[in-house]
């Protein structure tokens, strides 16, 4: 390897990726979805968790200015940690949440809601996973925020924490 | 109780070991008669006894269930087998770190006891780079991953194994992969050394072979596990699936055999130092590169999320700092290599050799990029896609044809030059024998795309050479011979059970019966049992075909309870030719069970094969020793 500048290119290289990988950590659970245009959430239609009828996105996301529908289930760990933020949420703001509940049994996900409290105001039924896929969910917990005109504000990868819980209380207050 | 400061107290002591062991071999190095060998091997066994002292801690920590440390709290319950509390001490992040660092130790120690025929300053520099390696692991394992957490106070019960690791292959599975990845960093330092001192010639690679061969077979033999453990207890139907995590396996698997090829031809030929060291390197850094994208949870893959980004951040800046290193070493000292001007023939071994070796990393840049280039693309434009298999098979499949050639010929031209290939005759009756034989399938089986045709051909004929090889009166080189005719044996059989698989999935009620191929598919009965740690419920089939043989197929779901969880145990009956596979899954809110029954041809051929594959490094290891 006599020629420089074959070194300087391999060395810009790995720099360059470790600032890839550097910022693929910081930022990869956390984006928003205005630099790929705004994205209308899906008009779904499922099954109510508790009265199994058949619902339509259309019919409950109303009477709100923002949404937040959050992918959960009973078996994931990471949503038990987060739930408690849904319950603040639900408290200190008009924000209405709809759950979906993603791949779980029915009893084992009441035993969870009988649990931790029940911050939904509608709970749709996931049970294959295919609705989940549908909305470009990647796991679970997921939450997405919708603004009134049902579009999808954020995107949130991963259970709501401290620091995230207050980004999603901040978007709420800006737009208001 | 007490345990957990032993541990603690363990690491920390390893640590300043680790240091004085750093420096004593910076300083033996510029004053060589300030030397005495026989410290710095107390040294390094000290510090592998310490490793061992703290895993042995938290491995009785597990067996006696001691819920006052966070880790076990976190990965084990009272009700768990005994089995499974010993092996749930590396079914974790911070347990699995524990073992590899007793590895690493355990490595170096070996290292220096064995290398005695190697110059003095060589093999301290090549402790000197793997006391860094064993430092940064040290520090990663105290700071963002220490096993030895205290909680108080003392829960009652602990959250319980993932049952989906609950399993023997998996208890093993891990520590062999961990011997294969962890060797591969002497071998990395060791040719770093090598480059600084200008060793890097015939003799080096006499030496380093052996560690090569066993980071080859090891590292094998864990991938093989991994993939029979997906196969059984996955219940998904396959055996790889192009997954990150498996990709990230496989990388350093393909970087170590081609190093593993460079290593054989340096040592007979003089030639390709540079690509020895950079393989070398490259082996070791995807390893590290492994962990971090699996351990960081940069990759995004269907399952919960719990990760820990400092962990991410410290093995990222942990792995760089290698890389820099590496590289700036390489720049500098790459005039030390030996310079010769020998050429190379194209009808010789080195040539093919070299030849593959390309392939290889082209094989390689297909996968890593198919793995991390989502992680780019995300981070420089946020959008995300995912990469999978129809990608690597479009790239993969046709470039595997002229490496399945060079593959089956190299191995029978002779080093340096071959003016006349001696058995040309031989070469080319099997090519027409193998062009016959395919020519057969095809007809038998047309809808067989025309890429996979050929690769069908290229691989019989490299089936028929390996067999041929077999028969060979004169010297024979088993190891090559037995890995090779595995290889072959696992492109065969991938082949053939990809094109003559049948599947049918039906839902099903106890009484029910559906027709498949030549196959009547009853669901007799139900029943529910009960076993230490889960409920079991069994469905008891019975499939008849058309001679009226029959077979009672008992698959299984299974409910543990800590942390609750529902996996499916699928009723796998294997013979030479095939594997029947049939699994069931719960409907919920429903009373019929959803059934899938597979016929997978040829199943078995690719554990075989896989065995054949490290067998040859197995006969290479013990060859070495005998002599």
């Known amino acids: 390897m006599k020629n420089k500048y074959l070194k300087i290119f391999i060395i810009i290289f790995f720099i360059f990726s470790f600032f890839i990988f550097y910022y693929g950590l910081k930022q990869k659970d956390l984006y928003t979805t205005e630099n790929s245009g705004i994205q209308k959430f899906p008009n779904l239609t499922l099954h109510d968790f508790f009265t199994n009828k058949q619902t339509s996105f259309e019919d409950i996301l109303i009477d709100s200015n923002y949404y937040l529908v959050n992918i959960w289930s009973s078996w994931c760990l990471p949503c038990r940690d987060e739930h408690i933020y849904l319950t603040q949420l639900k408290k200190n703001s008009s924000v209405k949440i709809i759950g979906i509940n993603y791949k779980d049994k029915k009893n084992n996900a009441e035993k969870f809601l009988d649990e931790f409290g029940n911050p939904y105001e509608y709970i749709l039924n996931d049970k294959d996973g295919i609705a989940s896929i549908e909305i470009g969910a990647y796991g679970v917990p997921e939450s997405f925020i919708l603004n009134k005109q049902k579009e999808i504000v954020k995107k949130i990868i991963g259970p709501i924490d401290q620091k995230k819980f207050k980004t999603v209380l901040k978007i709420m207050k800006n737009e208001n | 109780m007490i345990l957990n400061y032993i541990g603690n107290f363990a690491l920390f002591f390893c640590l300043i070991l680790s240091s004085i062991i750093f420096f004593t071999s910076i300083s033996s190095l510029n004053n060589k008669n300030s030397f005495f060998k026989r410290n710095l091997n107390e040294l390094l066994f000290f510090k592998f006894f310490f490793t061992f002292l703290s895993f042995f801690s938290l491995v009785i920590l597990f067996i006696n269930s001691e819920f006052s440390n966070e880790t076990v ?32 130790t355990f490595c170096a120690f070996f290292y220096f006891l064995k290398s005695k025929n190697r110059p003095l300053d060589e093999r301290l520099l090549t402790v000197m780079f793997q006391e860094l390696i064993i430092i940064g692991f040290l520090f990663f394992l105290l700071k963002a991953s220490n096993p030895f957490n205290i909680i108080f106070p003392v829960p009652n019960e602990g959250m319980g194994l993932n049952p989906i690791l609950q399993d023997p292959l998996l208890a ?15 071998v990395f330092s060791s040719s770093l050394a090598g480059l600084m001192r200008g060793n890097i010639n015939n003799f080096w690679a006499k030496h380093i072979k052996s560690w090569v061969y066993i980071s080859w077979t090891f590292l094998t033999l864990g991938i093989l596990l991994g993939s029979i453990w997906a196969y059984y207890e996955l219940g998904w139907g396959g055996f790889w699936f192009w997954d990150p995590v498996e990709n990230i396996s496989l990388m350093p698997w393909l970087s170590l055999t081609a190093l593993l090829h460079c290593i054989l031809v340096l040592e007979k030929r003089s030639i390709l130092h540079s690509w020895t060291v950079i393989l070398s390197i490259i082996t070791f850094t995807l390893g590290i590169c492994g962990t971090f994208l699996v351990r960081s949870g940069i990759l995004n893959s269907i399952h919960t999320f719990a990760n820990d980004p400092e962990r991410g951040l410290y093995i990222l800046f942990f792995l760089f700092f290698l890389i820099f290193l590496s590289i700036l070493i390489y720049f500098i000292y790459e005039d030390k290599f030996e310079t010769n001007n020998k050429n190379l023939n194209f009808y010789s071994k080195d040539f093919s050799i070299i030849l593959n070796n390309w392939f290889v990393m082209y094989f390689l840049s297909v996968i890593l990029i198919g793995t991390i280039y989502p992680i780019f693309l995300e981070v420089l434009s946020n959008e995300k896609i995912s990469v999978g298999p129809p990608f690597f098979n479009k790239l993969i499949i046709p470039f595997l044809i002229p490496f399945l050639i060079f593959m089956s010929i190299g191995p029978n031209l002779k080093w340096i030059k071959n003016n006349k290939l001696s058995n040309k005759l031989n070469l080319i009756f099997i090519f027409i024998l193998s062009i016959v034989i395919t020519i057969f399938v095809y007809r038998f089986y047309s809808s067989v795309a025309l890429n996979i045709t050929i690769l069908l051909a290229v691989s019989f004929y490299l089936f028929f050479v390996t067999i041929k090889d077999f028969a060979k009166k004169n010297y024979k080189n088993y190891s090559q011979m037995f890995s090779h005719f595995g290889f072959s044996l696992l492109v065969l059989s991938i082949l053939m059970n990809s094109i003559f698989s049948n599947e049918v999935t039906s839902n099903m009620q106890v009484g029910d019966e559906i027709k498949f191929l030549d196959k009547n598919i009853k669901l007799q009965r139900l029943e529910n049992t009960k076993e230490a740690n889960f409920l079991k419920l069994i469905a008891h089939f019975k499939i008849e075909d058309k001679d009226k043989i029959e077979l009672l197929f008992k698959p299984e779901i299974r409910i543990y309870d800590k942390p609750e969880t529902i996996t499916s145990e699928a009723a796998i009956k294997t013979d030479i030719f095939r594997d029947r596979f049939l699994v069931i899954n719960l409907v919920k809110e429903n009373d019929y069970l959803n059934v899938r029954y597979q016929e997978k041809p040829f199943m078995i051929w690719i554990w075989i094969s896989a065995i054949f594959i490290s067998l040859g490094g197995i006969i290479n290891i013990f060859k070495k020793n005998e002599k």
């Open chain 2, 172 to 186: 093993i599975h891990p520590p062999i992969l961990y011997l294969g990845y962890v060797s591969t960093s002497i």
């Open chain 2, 73 to 104: 709290l976190n990965n084990s319950h009272i009700s768990k087998p005994l089995f499974y509390k010993i092996s749930g001490t590396w079914g974790n992040h911070e347990g699995s770190l524990l073992l590899w660092l007793l590895i690493l």
